[in-house]
């Protein structure tokens, strides 16, 4: 279901988020002389990327992408009230205090301050962006209260009437205290997953109460149902459960009224009609709230093959829901890479191909598989949930009946892969937990290729593939459905790397590539992920999820066999493959499992498989792990400063943009903070 996820790439260790599946990516080649890699704090990475061909493009290509980028900023406060309610205030305090502390900025409490700050920023609030646990300072409460006092100047977010004791110690509490809105989002279902979460989608109702509400308003039997609860928060009112929508004259409305008038100047100079009519339907649905909109908006986005500049702008993906129902705000500005696209032109022309000799059950295949389009692309600009960690390969939309009647957009970020590779170059990390040098060697040359390949396939064609027997709610797995949906998808490319097509239609050399990519996947999997796992934790996050699902069902599965064996030498843990065509069909009976269970909406057999493969994991391998990756100095999640662009007027009239490269991420925000805070505190 998740079609821009969060595709986590461990490039030689440094972590790549996007939009959905996960994999390492290897590379060796020349550094570039552009400083990719700009600061390293905590468990966290800040780098650059760049937008090559930006300047070959046409005057209102240009217009178009600032217009549309500034949009994407518009909507920055969004996230942070959607991710926990008093994010803003927190982050506004922290702000203003950076901005006026009157006291001695020297010492390891203020040094400690300032790496809080940018984890807020990073996370879009106080709750890490990717485990969802709430991370604390490393300063005490007394500092804190001492930094408010002594800012002299500072505007904090009071209530109107509240005092700034009342104030500061309501903080210091949200802050300070482990117990309060611990964790984002809460996935074990023993327990009520609203209450318990700390997302600010749902205020006042538990998680029975909401279950409720959207059956009693569900249409039976509708084959083109809207996406219900995706753009609004649910609340109670006088002992009534209703929806506070997002639009204009409603929730967000300050934002959205920015976002609309971006959105307006950017229809003047778009492409085609077709993309115009698309962006004036957009703002439409911004103003209304109507979700039949959205899907008209979505129906001519993803139709609307013909423009090299393309953008996604919305409340797109509920992986920030533990129902996955609501979405949050995102937006990602790009155009098309030319010369790149061609390898994922022949993936879309060969859709059927590999639709009809998928491993599934043939009641789950599309007869005739519509609309799949992809595309490698230049990212812009990034905004909302997709900043400043991002995805690197997006399939929308995420409405199943318009996938199947209409098709899906699927593309791969070039520049943004390639930020990635150029900031982990030499960093040790395949040394440290590849298993043989012939594997080493296998990641420097085809690494990077063979993960490209597996993007486009898994994003293209994964996402794309299958379909949902007639009266299969697409919410049936309900809070599996994420893990499954993403499992589903990376078997998918998995399987078919491994097929002779690959080189028949010259995507893959031949399959020592595909023999990389079965390494990389399996000993993330199995191994190194476990660094983005605090000890005494379960893994939750639907991507970690996927990835441990698949690579442990395979080891399991292959034990007899001795598919996948676990090599212990010098006290260090390593998984080598023995047998790669076993592999591949292990790959193949568990695509066919995932496919079943998600077409006949099996919310057993989908729990059964995520909690029995995908939950739990040694915890004496993970110690060792860690210990391990804490040695080479690595941080195991990055993410990514903006380029800057700058219109250039002649009077009135806009007559080029420039790009600029800033490389202070603190200065960035700042000024983010200034230019794009159009949301009161409270909402």
């Not at 001492?146 to 104030?167: H, K, T, Y």
Request: charged share 30%.
């Amino acid at each position: 279901m998740k079609k821009i996820i969060i595709l986590i790439i461990v490039i030689m260790s440094i972590s790549i988020y996007s939009c959905d599946q996960a994999k390492e990516k290897e590379t060796t080649g020349e550094k570039s002389d552009f400083q990719f890699l700009t600061e390293q704090f905590a468990d966290l990475k800040i780098m650059r990327y760049q937008i090559p061909g930006f300047e070959e493009l046409s005057l209102d290509q240009k217009k178009l992408i600032y217009y549309l980028g500034e949009a994407a900023l518009a909507g920055r406060d969004i996230i942070f009230d959607q991710n926990f309610k008093y994010n803003l205030a927190v982050r506004r305090t922290l702000e203003e205090i950076s901005k006026n502390f009157a006291g001695d900025r020297q010492t390891q409490e203020w040094s400690e301050f300032n790496v809080y700050l940018k984890r807020v920023w990073f996370s879009n609030g106080i709750h890490h962006h990717y485990s969802t646990d709430k991370f604390m300072p490393g300063f005490d409460k007394e500092y804190f209260e001492m930094l408010i006092n002594n800012s002299p100047g500072s505007v904090f977010p009071l209530r109107e009437g509240q005092q700034l004791e009342e104030f500061s110690g309501l903080l210091t509490e949200v802050i300070f205290n482990p117990d309060i809105a611990a964790k984002r989002i809460y996935s074990n279902t023993d327990f009520d997953l609203i209450e318990l979460s700390a997302c600010n989608y749902y205020e006042g109702v538990n998680q029975e109460e909401v279950e409720a509400y959207y059956e009693s308003i569900k249409v039976a039997g509708d084959e083109t149902p809207i996406s219900y609860g995706l753009n609004s928060k649910l609340i109670k009112e006088d002992g009534k459960v209703k929806e506070d929508v997002y639009k204009v004259d409603g929730l967000y409305g300050e934002a959205i009224s920015r976002i609309i008038y971006w959105l307006d100047k950017a229809e003047a100079v778009a492409e085609t009609e077709q993309q115009k009519e698309a962006l004036g339907v957009l703002a439409e649905y911004y103003k209304t709230g109507d979700l039949e909109l959205w899907d008209k908006y979505n129906v001519l986005w993803v139709e609307d093959l013909v423009p090299e500049v393309d953008y996604v702008n919305g409340f797109i993906e509920v992986y920030g829901d533990p129902m996955g129902m609501k979405a949050s705000w995102e937006s990602v500005v790009n155009f098309k890479n030319l010369e790149a696209t061609s390898r994922t032109e022949i993936i879309s022309k060969n859709a059927q191909w590999f639709e009809d000799n998928s491993p599934t059950d043939p009641r789950f295949k599309k007869e005739e598989v519509k609309g799949v389009s992809a595309k490698v692309i230049t990212v812009a600009q990034l905004g909302g949930d997709c900043y400043p960690s991002t995805p690197i390969g997006i399939n929308l939309p995420n409405a199943d009946w318009i996938r199947k009647d209409h098709g899906s957009k699927s593309v791969t970020m070039d520049n943004i892969t390639y930020a990635y590779d150029q900031a982990s170059l030499g960093n040790g990390f395949l040394e440290e937990f590849c298993a043989t040098p012939e594997e080493i060697e296998r990641s420097k040359k085809y690494g990077y290729m063979a993960g490209n390949i597996h993007t486009d396939m898994h994003e293209c064609l994964g996402h794309g593939s299958g379909q949902l027997l007639p009266g299969t709610s697409s919410e049936a797995l309900k809070n599996y459905s994420s893990a499954l949906e993403e499992s589903r998808a990376d078997l998918f490319a998995l399987y078919y790397m491994w097929s002779p097509k690959m080189q028949e239609l010259g995507l893959l050399p031949d399959r020592e590539a595909a023999m990389a990519e079965y390494d990389s996947y399996m000993r993330n999997g199995l191994m190194t992920q476990l660094t983005r796992i605090q000890p005494g934790k379960d893994i939750e996050q639907a991507h970690m999820r996927n990835r441990q699902l698949i690579s442990r069902w395979c080891y399991e599965s292959g034990k007899e066999d001795n598919v996948i064996e676990e090599i212990s030498r010098d006290g260090k843990t390593y998984y080598k493959i023995n047998d790669y065509d076993r592999l591949n069909e292990l790959l193949g009976e568990l695509l066919a499992e995932v496919q079943r269970i998600k077409s006949e909406g099996d919310y057993e057999a989908g729990k059964q498989l995520v909690e029995a493969y995908a939950v739990k994991f040694d915890p004496e391998l993970h110690a060792e792990v860690l210990e391990r990756y804490g040695k080479l100095n690595l941080a195991p999640y990055g993410g990514f400063i903006n380029p800057v662009l700058v219109p250039v007027f002649d009077g009135e009239n806009i007559i080029d943009v420039k790009v600029e490269y800033p490389d202070d991420y603190a200065e960035q925000m700042m000024r983010y903070a200034k230019d794009y805070s159009y949301l009161p505190t409270y909402n």
